[in-house]
């Protein structure tokens, strides 16, 4: 059967970030997909230019809410290269404990909060706390052991307060 | 809803995002074990971070970021005429936020360094009250948890809403800190609104004030402190600039 149809979705929902997807199809056979991330842009590589080395991971974290701890911890690996700095064992032992708790929240909300109403079959999470609610229960819990987990070693969850270049 | 023999109404809530890292919104899945307490008071109309479902008859818009793009500003413009309450939420929408240090380059100078060869649309970083009349600030970034159920239970239960009048020092004292002044840092507890329970402090990280200016702040007392203690101007430059937040209040 031959198809015409154009698909534009403008701000896809339940994605962390902006996105818009573009599909057009003609005579059954696809012409155009395109998938377009239309965040503004915020240039943070020259926002850090002239600032003190110290304040920069405090920057660069507001690059993204959900991962802050890592573009915190980027930029904390770039500039200890730069200077030959060796950071103490036990700060890279924090460092990848706090980034092990990152990845636990990030991956509870993206999975629990996120995706899990394409299986079943709701809008979003908010009908899933009635519906099903031992899901939702095992998600929060999950998310916030990883958000302990950064708490207890960055003093916060999202931004943290206390990585910084050199440890301690 | 009925509590304590009173009813209450929901609130018909909206969360928006515009330029940001969009944690101020993840902030309202934090605190997880109020969380579903939490929700029982909002009736979430539109939130695309989380839901498909999206309505365009909310009372109560969030708005998260600042503005820097034409499309923003039709897109905000569009949500005050819907909101009876149209909040900042967080320091990008409150001040401008670090996005605002981009403003210290010109437009043309931004792409070519950071997206040469790419067509990049952008413009001045405004915060939302630059472009709209705003209702209620929370400022904060990002912004606390705590602070946002206590704010929702005043609006739910129609009675003021207030934010610490006081600076950051107070609840840094009480966290039973060293004064970051006598550990040789310059820190802007004493001119910052508190109600972040003074969380960088007692990590021992100097307070930039990202929730903006507390009230009747003595900047020239400040400044003095500063000077006295020989601690660099420099310093004392970056961190007032680096949310935005004390626009106007000092000329280097």
Redesign the interface.
Known sequence: MKHDFALNIH?L??????ADIKITVRNGKLVDARWAIVE????F???VKG??AE?VP??TS?????C?ISHALASIRAIERAMSIEPPAAAEKTRLLAMQGETLQSHA?HLF??VA?DFTGT????PM?HSHPDLVRAG??L??LG?EISSVT??????P??L?VGGG | MMHKGTTFEKLKIASFDFTCCEGCQLQLANRESTLTDFLDLLDIRNFREISSEQHNDYDIALIEGSISRPDEVERLQAIRRQAKTLVAFGTCACFGGVNSLKNRFSLNELAVEVYPGMEVETGLVKKISEVVKVDLSIPGCPVNKEEVERIVVSLVTGSQVTLPKYPVCIECKAQINTCLFDLGEICLGPITRAGCNAVCTTGKTPCLGCRGPAEEINMAAFLELVKERGLSENDLREKLAFYNAFEGLYQP
């Open positions: 701000h929902p339940r994605v962390e970030g902006h503004t842009p915020r240039f590589e020259i926002m600032m003190s304040r405090f920057l507001r690059i993204c809410g959900i802050s909300l909060f996120l109403p809008g979003s999470v908010l706390i929060l819990q998310k916030e958000n960055t003093g916060r969850c999202t931004h307060v206390s910084v």
